[in-house]
């Protein structure tokens, strides 16, 4: 038993944080010149350099710290903060200040505590409130004010114990995760920094890729063309391709081939998100007309040109396209033109390009199915499943399912087409296969889209679909009049218990089916408070194509501003030029007006009418484009 | 947490010019806030447009590259680096490019090599700024290197950049402008302050240099009756107001001696001044250092004029002794 009542943690940790008060102006003051340096070697310096100057900075801390405890300890048997709340730290032995030797190895040794944390809830449990800085060099911390004996109580001792032992768990289990999440991300993620001298932040992807490219690439030209290639085929983001396209597109001296293809890159890098996608694709014939890079955007204007009418012939730009990526825009003009032929060859040609085996596999694929032959299809199908195909964590996924899939998506007037044909019968065939939730909402939205009558679940088989799939068709059948209908679906949309696929339908439906703003009013309010990307972000289109059929224009003019702000691609710049015109502000519509290029790539449904009307009258208004 | 605690501000009719001063800088804030609304939703754009800020960055390094005469070694080398792509210099060299007054008058009108698109595109933005820049009160109101009237010496000081740096400097204006007032009167004290203010500019222009990113704050007028206040009551005991743990005991009043507060008041700001690299600009710390100077140097003066004089500028001890 001590002589002087024990220290209470909290009146340690007081006293610490008092101590700190007065040590962290001191410390900065000793640091500041390193803290200057770090700054430099963060602009100048290698990383390296920079991780040997935070280990440093952390060890001068810690030294610091060190000191100033040894200092006041050996002096007083005390610190300025312990003083101000009648702590003292003592010899358990001699009852007195501890002598320098104890000092020294008990400051290491709180050191330690701090930074593992864990060994301080002995001061929870332990007898005397030591945790094992104290224990190993034989002293206390007492509490000269205490009127009472400052012992832990059972429930303290108890609790502390059970904390101890959880908190050691959820530890372990934490930093496992961690290193798991960041072995993954770093898998994931195309940018890495390689390295800072040199300095050019790159990615990930192409490194990856040129280990196993065919062709031995060392020019950063080399290295732009594959990760175009990369992009075209789906194998990287335009992040990745943008970052690759900066390396290039600023050099002080580069040849007219390297500069158009840089804007290439560029400009399919802001198809998506930024505002120039266009400007850039029409400099890259003005700066090389002969350029594989010019013979691409020619490619795609092809592309915009009335596909029943199959276009102009493309044969002569495809001698222009020779390298990767020039070969995989053939091979999508191909499939979209119907030319399985042409495009066997340029697969063919590809296919000892193994960062590319993912574009061929679903290009073959579909290759197979449109030249009706399904066994091969299949089987190709099965094996692009299982290497990693999943577009939706499906368990039974199969390739019917998904090629119909794809068509609903892209209107109902597809639910025709001989995929989905197939992909009704086949599960309807297959005796006692159970659905996965994505089929069943495909199977549901493709007997919506017939018009069909009848019960989905019972004509096909109650028990095959999921059980969340049920109740949401039950849900459903409920409600009798259009309001109640409204109310319900908002309800399945905000309710979390609800998967991705199930909410985001009931958004849908209740966007097709209002026939009044006040419809969606609520809807438009859940959906600004979300974080809203991929599949989100069309429910905010659709939205506001809702809104502006309805002519809310104010509503339309909210969500275009979060659209834009979310993507502010070409489509978003044209909902908020056409909301600010028919909100009045005309400047505003001009101004965006002026952002969007010549050529249109995607006309959203319900917007793109009136669109070229306004685009015409603020032309006229506030002069040409 | 720690704060001082004088009580001369809460007897306010003794007090008047303080809580003057103290209204006409809340009134001021909320004036300039509502006027630049919309201009400061802009300026978030401008700065949160990553695309705007690394062409400018590329841009800006080769404005340098040109003028290798005109601008330090260390920003050439940080431009040389922003160009081999580094992220971290790009970064730097973007936020500079906002603050340089060169760059901003002759930055738009030179060519540059490189994405011709961005660079168009950056060169209409870049002028929006420069005018969006030129028209808000900060610039209008403050120090900077955009304008050479002295007058800007005294009006920065009720401009603040948030309603933090309002709060902060109004506490320790109510501390120890309310305590002086009593002790001195209103007139010094209004005089004080607005020439601690002017000090702590000068101070600011002459130690680290003026930019296009103004000048703005009462902390060096602040700074300056905190330094006069430190002549005359350095080994007094002056009460603090402490904050340690939401429990009964770990928070309260104490009284130190004021040369303890005064210590780690300075040295904040004198480790942080150590610590910044002149050339990439930063937060005012010399301003806040200016000021506590003149404040200490006029209470210099005073103290020994009175020494010499034989008269107390500060009469009555009882009345003193109650505000501490």
């Known amino acids: ?625 | 947490m720690i704060l001082p605690w004088l009580s001369g501000f809460l007897e306010f009719r003794k007090a008047p010019v303080t809580w003057l001063l103290f209204l006409f800088n809340m009134g001021f804030y909320v004036f300039l806030a509502f006027q630049s609304y919309s201009d400061d939703k802009q300026f978030d754009r401008f700065v949160s447009d990553t695309d705007f800020l690394k062409t400018q960055a590329f841009v800006f390094a080769q404005f340098i590259e040109r003028r290798p005469a005109e601008y330090p070694t260390l920003l050439s080398d940080i431009a040389a680096r922003a160009q081999q792509g580094h992220r971290v210099a790009q970064h730097q060299l973007s936020g500079l490019a906002l603050r340089d007054a060169r760059f901003a008058e002759e930055g738009p009108a030179e060519a540059y090599f490189g994405d011709e698109v961005a660079i168009a595109d950056w060169k209409d933005k870049f002028e929006s700024f420069v005018d969006l820049q030129k028209r808000h009160p900060s610039q209008v109101w403050g120090v900077s290197s955009g304008s050479e009237v002295f007058w800007k010496t005294v009006t920065y000081q009720f401009v603040h950049g948030g309603y933090f740096h309002l709060v902060t400097n109004m506490f320790f204006l109510l501390i120890f402008g309310g305590f002086l007032e009593v002790a001195i009167g209103g007139a010094a004290v209004f005089f004080l302050y607005l020439l601690g203010g002017v000090a702590a500019a000068l101070a600011f222009s002459e130690l680290t240099g003026l930019s296009l990113a103004p000048l703005i704050g009462a902390s060096g007028a602040i700074n300056g009756l905190i330094g006069f206040f430190a002549v005359f009551y350095l080994r007094h005991r002056m009460s603090f107001f402490y904050f340690l743990l939401p429990r009964l005991g770990y928070y309260g009043k104490i009284e130190l001696p004021v040369w303890i507060f005064l210590i780690l008041w300075v040295l904040s700001d004198f480790a942080s001044v150590m610590a910044s690299v002149p050339e990439l600009g930063g937060v005012a710390y010399t301003a806040h250092l200016g000021g506590f100077a003149f404040g200490l140097g006029v209470g210099a003066l005073v103290f020994l004029w009175r020494k010499a004089a034989s008269h107390g500028v500060f009469g009555n001890a009882s009345r003193l002794h109650k505000m501490l």
């Open chain 1, 1 to 625: 038993m001590p002589f002087f009542p024990l220290a209470l943690p909290f009146d340690r940790l007081a006293a610490n944080i008092a101590d700190m008060i007065l040590f962290v102006p001191l410390v900065s003051v000793a640091l500041a010149l390193l803290k200057k340096q770090i700054v430099l070697t963060q602009l100048l310096g290698t990383q390296p350099q920079l991780h040997a100057y935070f280990v440093f900075y952390g060890a001068a801390v810690v030294g610091l710290g060190w000191l100033y405890q040894v200092f006041f300890l050996t002096l007083t048997g005390t610190t300025p903060g312990k003083f101000f709340f009648g702590l003292r730290v003592i010899d358990v032995w001699t009852k007195r200040a501890p002598d320098w030797q104890k000092v020294i190895f008990r400051s290491v040794l709180w050191w330690l505590d701090v930074i593992l944390i864990l060994p301080l809830l002995a001061l929870f449990f332990d007898s005397h409130r030591r945790p094992m800085h104290d224990r190993m060099a034989d002293t206390v911390v007492v509490n000269l004010r205490n009127r009472s004996t400052g012992l832990p109580t059972l429930f303290e001792s108890f609790f502390s114990k059970t904390l101890f032992c959880g908190m050691t768990l959820v530890m372990v289990l934490w930093a496992a995760a961690e290193v798991w999440g960041l072995y993954s991300r770093s898998n994931r993620f195309g940018l890495m920094v390689k390295s800072w001298v040199g300095g050019t932040s790159l990615c990930a992807d192409v490194d990856r890729a040129l280990r196993t490219w065919p062709a031995e690439i060392s020019s950063d030209q080399g290295r732009l063309r594959v990760a175009m290639a990369l992009f075209a085929a789906g194998a990287t983001d335009a992040q990745c391709l943008d970052a690759e396209a900066e390396s290039l597109i600023w050099k002080k001296q580069s040849a007219t081939a390297e500069k158009a293809l840089s804007y290439l890159a560029k400009a399919f890098s802001q198809m998506e998100g930024g505002a120039n996608s266009d400007t850039y694709l029409d400099r890259v014939c003005e700066i090389d007309r002969v350029s594989e890079a010019c013979a691409v955007t020619e490619l795609m204007e092809l592309f915009r040109k009335d596909k029943k009418n199959g276009g102009p012939p493309a044969e002569p730009l495809m001698k222009k396209l020779t390298s990767e990526y020039g070969k995989i825009w053939a091979a999508r003009y191909f499939y979209a033109r119907g030319k399985m032929d042409a495009l066997d060859g340029i697969l063919a040609e590809l296919s000892l390009n193994p960062s590319l085996s993912h574009f061929l596999s679903e290009f073959r694929i579909k290759s197979l199915w449109k030249k009706n032959e399904w066994r091969s299809a299949e089987a190709a199908f099965q094996i692009y499943w299982e290497n990693g195909g999943r577009p939706d964590r499906s368990e039974n996924a199969s390739m019917d399912w998904w090629l119909c899939d794809r068509e609903l998506l892209r209107g109902c007037e597809n639910s025709l087409q001989p995929s989905c044909r197939v992909f009704e019968e086949k599960f309807k065939r297959a005796a006692k296969e159970s659905f996965s939730l994505p089929v069943s909402l495909t199977l549901l939205r493709k007997k919506e889209c017939e018009k069909r009558d009848g019960d989905l679940v019972s004509s096909t088989g109650g028990e095959r679909f999921p059980p969340e799939f049920v109740a949401y068709v039950e849900q459903l059948k409920l409600p009798k009049t259009a309001a109640e209908k409204n109310k319900n679906l908002l309800q399945i949309v905000t309710l979390g218990h609800y998967s991705e696929s199930v909410r985001r339908d009931a958004a849908y439906r209740m966007i097709r089916d209002a026939q009044n703003p006040s419809h969606l009013k609520e809807l438009t309010q859940y959906w600004l408070k979300q974080e809203n990307d991929g599949e989100w972000l069309g429910v905010g289109e659709m939205l506001f194509d809702r809104f502006v059929d309805l002519k809310d224009h104010a509503s339309a003019l909210r969500l275009s501003e979060r659209l834009y702000e979310l993507s502010p691609a070409e489509e978003n710049a044209r909902r908020k030029m056409l909301a600010h015109f028919h909100t009045g502000d005309k400047k505003m519509a001009w101004e965006f007006a002026k952002k969007l290029g010549r050529r249109e790539k995607r006309q959203p449904a319900g917007a793109a009418s009136g669109y070229e009307d306004v685009r015409r009258q603020l032309s006229e208004e506030f002069g040409g484009l």
